[in-house]
């Protein structure tokens, strides 16, 4: 008879050689239980994705009492849906006034490529600037603003006019110009291991594309719902995008993501030709009655003013002669090891030993610390113990 091993190998499409192979049998709060009901502490939720812990109460009640109204029942937008709506106006309640207006899509990477698309609409140019290192999803249009030429080699040709830069490099900014539609950039890089733009490259950034009329589009996939102390990432730095876009935190461990913009520029999908972004799941009714649960969970609880005091107690906890330093704001954090070699081992044994950690996708000197926004001090002490603890092994 063939092991669940095997049959998840034969018939589940493999991206990665060597998946972790963890069984899952349930997982609430900040803990998953295996198939053999071993606990592990998570410090990864989902790459980000479980703000409020897994299983909240508050996120399922939500969906329950969905599930027993409506799911799906038609295609973006066409139908007036409450959860659609509800959630749209407490974003546009929770953000600067030009950003009003939300398109909800099925994830980040779909996100990215609205943005691109709207971008162009805006501006009738289409060049779009982007940054090496970032990471923006995988599909083809975010694949061609991906700062990472191993990942995007096989899949050429890509969309043309795209142009890398360098983050927070303010000279390579010069290539800004009225011949560009959109720069996209990461308030904090994901995928290089939670690189922070600079705030005085966020400021030069901004006057250029101020000075050309060039959109920002903002990928705050990653830092948006709290997760830096903030509700969202660029509220850490003086500039406001044109083109905000958010999913993983943001349904609370449910597939959605959004690019919002004003209602002007919105407006722009509306006509000639109409219908300019379409989606038949983009916005499903659980998966916003799930975002608005986890906003409104993380408002009410005021979450995000904890954020702070964790990452500083974080970084308190993890000194260890083996780790060099810890990069990154608020709950993500990138723990950089002396020794490169020994991220995979770490991870291994904190694994064994209970604790959930990851990697980056651009960065394998870091490992990822992204827990669920609602870890308590006690979970975060329990956590950088095992790691320490096993740092002692290597
Ligand atoms: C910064 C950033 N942008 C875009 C994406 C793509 O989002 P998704 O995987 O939901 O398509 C991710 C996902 O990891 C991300 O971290």
């Known amino acids: 008879m063939s092991s669940v091993v095997d049959i998840y190998k034969k018939y589940q499409a493999q991206t990665f050689p060597y998946p972790s192979l963890l069984k899952i049998k349930k997982a609430i709060g900040c803990y998953i239980f295996d198939t053999n009901n071993k606990k592990y502490l998570d410090f990864v939720a989902g790459v980000s994705a479980?703000?409020?812990?897994?299983?909240?109460?508050?996120?399922t009640d939500a969906v329950k009492d969905q599930l027993d109204k409506y799911t799906h029942v038609m295609v973006y937008g066409e139908y007036i849906q409450k959860p659609q709506y509800e959630l749209a106006k407490l974003l546009s309640e929770n953000l600067p006034k030009s950003l009003s207006t939300s398109y909800f899509t099925n994830s980040g990477t779909e996100a990215i490529e609205g943005a691109m698309k709207l971008a162009k609409r805006i501006s009738g140019r289409s060049e779009i600037i982007y940054f090496k290192?970032?990471?923006?999803?995988?599909?083809?249009?975010?694949?061609?603003?991906?700062?990472?030429?191993?990942?995007?080699?096989?899949?050429?040709?890509?969309?043309?006019?795209?142009?890398?830069?360098?983050?927070?490099?303010?000279?390579?900014?010069?290539n800004i110009t009225k011949k560009t539609a959109a720069v996209i950039v990461e308030t904090i890089q994901g995928g290089s291991g939670f690189k922070i733009a600079n705030e005085d490259f966020l400021i030069e950034l901004n006057k250029?594309?101020?000075q050309f009329n060039v959109q920002i589009i903002m990928d705050e996939i990653q830092t948006c719902y709290g997760r830096?102390?903030?509700?969202?990432?660029?509220?850490?730095?003086?500039?406001?995008?044109?083109i905000l876009c958010i999913a993983k935190g943001m349904g609370g461990?449910?597939?959605?993501?959004?690019?919002?913009?004003?209602?002007?520029?919105?407006?722009?999908?509306?006509?000639?030709?109409?219908?300019g972004h379409i989606t038949t799941f983009g916005g499903h009714p659980i998966s916003c009655v799930a975002s608005l649960a986890t906003l409104k969970f993380i408002i009410k609880n005021k979450l995000y003013e904890e954020i702070n005091e964790k990452e500083i107690l974080f970084k308190k906890l993890l000194v260890h002669k083996k780790i060099k330093k810890i990069r990154g704001k608020g709950l993500m954090?990138?723990?950089?090891?002396?020794?490169?070699?020994?991220?995979?081992?770490?991870?291994?044994?904190?694994?064994?030993?209970?604790?959930?950690?990851?990697?980056?996708?651009?960065?394998?000197?870091?490992i990822r610390?992204?827990?669920p926004l609602t870890i308590s001090k006690e979970e975060i002490k329990k956590g950088c113990e095992i790691i320490l603890r096993n740092l002692d092994k290597i």
């Open 253 to 275: 461990g449910f597939p959605i993501g959004a690019f919002i913009s004003s209602w002007e520029n919105m407006n722009k999908l509306t006509f000639a030709p109409k219908l």
């Open 133 to 174: 290192g970032s990471y923006h999803g995988s599909t083809q249009g975010a694949l061609s603003v991906m700062g990472n030429e191993y990942y995007k080699s096989k899949y050429r040709p890509l969309l043309p006019n795209c142009k890398q830069i360098i983050f927070n490099d303010i000279k390579s900014l010069e």
């Open 50 to 59: 479980n703000s409020i812990g897994h299983s909240n109460k508050y996120i």
């Open 228 to 242: 830096t102390g903030k509700l969202f990432g660029f509220e850490n730095s003086p500039i406001v995008p044109d």
């Open 369 to 371: 610390i992204t827990p």
């Open 208 to 210: 250029k594309c101020k």
């Open 333 to 366: 954090l990138a723990l950089d090891l002396f020794d490169n070699k020994s991220t995979n081992k770490i991870v291994e044994l904190c694994m064994d030993d209970g604790l959930l950690l990851f990697f980056f996708l651009f960065n394998n000197s870091s």
